[in-house]
T-cell receptor, first 114, second 112 residues
Framework: NAGVMQNPRHLVRRRGQEARLRCSPMKGHSHVYWYRQLPEEGLKFMVYLQKENIIDESGMPKERFSAEFPKEGPSILRIQQVVRGDSAAYFC????????????FGDGTRLSIL | GEDVEQSLFLSVREGDSSVINCTYT??????LYWYKQEPGAGLQLLTY?????DMKQDQRLTVLLNKKDKHLSLRIADTQTGDSAIYFCAESTAGGGNKLTFGTGTQLKVEL
């Protein structure tokens, strides 16, 4: 049973470009979460999605960041017009649809902004 | 508000026990988790405890929860060099949906 798959593992962008990070949840999981880890810090919650719905986006920056989880295909975290401060590791987690189940994490995407 | 704190570093000798501590502030915590992160990798779920439990044991891992003091600990028995990693505690809360609030992580270094 494959775990949470994130790609790419590493992404380099120049300032002003767009970054797209993908996450495929574990089989049978319909809840997806995105977290950001800045260097030397813990993970900070960004957004929680179910299929075609954003449930909680209280951790998302107000501008340039968006997330989706379409009916088909992976969840996408999109960052427009990237700046140096967006450099971080972005982790996706997923959990089953029932009850308070623990979240399982992918290996993350390390985003570097030149 | 939600705040989770951990000490930054812990160094132990191989074969000794390690105890990693965590404090949290939100009294409505429902579950508390321990995750392990090795360099360049994602987070591996080690164990978790429901907030109405005091203790949970799983092989070399023992989790103790003092709900009154809002204190959580992870004990690793017979610590090995492969246990060297960063350990994060995290909580989910009744009013917070399913999102996790993480501590800053404790870097465990196991010396020979």
């Amino acid at each position: 049973n494959a775990g949470v798959m994130q790609n790419p593992r590493h992404l380099v962008r120049r300032r002003g470009q767009e970054a797209r990070l993908r996450c495929s949840p574990m089989k049978g999981h319909s809840h997806v979460y995105w977290y950001r880890q800045l260097p030397e810090e813990g993970l900070k919650f960004m957004v929680y999605l179910q299929k075609e719905n954003i449930i909680d986006e209280s951790g998302m920056p107000k501008e340039r960041f968006s997330a989706e989880f379409p009916k088909e295909g992976p969840s996408i975290l999109r960052i427009q017009q990237v700046v140096r401060g967006d450099s971080a590791a972005y982790f996706c987690a997923s959990s089953p649809p029932t009850g308070n189940q623990p979240q399982h994490f992918g290996d993350g995407t390390r985003l570097s902004i030149l | 508000g939600e705040d989770v704190e951990q000490s930054l570093f812990l160094s132990v000798r191989e074969g000794d026990s390690s105890v990693i501590n965590c404090t949290y502030t939100d009294s409505s915590s429902t579950y508390l988790y321990w995750y392990k992160q090795e360099p360049g990798a994602g987070l591996q779920l080690l164990t978790y405890i429901f907030s109405n439990m005091d203790m949970k044991q799983d092989q070399r891992l023992t989790v103790l929860l003092n709900k009154k003091d809002k204190h959580l600990s992870l004990r690793i028995a017979d610590t090995q060099t492969g246990d060297s990693a960063i350990y994060f505690c995290a909580e989910s809360t009744a009013g917070g949906g399913n999102k996790l609030t993480f501590g800053t992580g404790t870097q465990l270094k196991v010396e020979l």
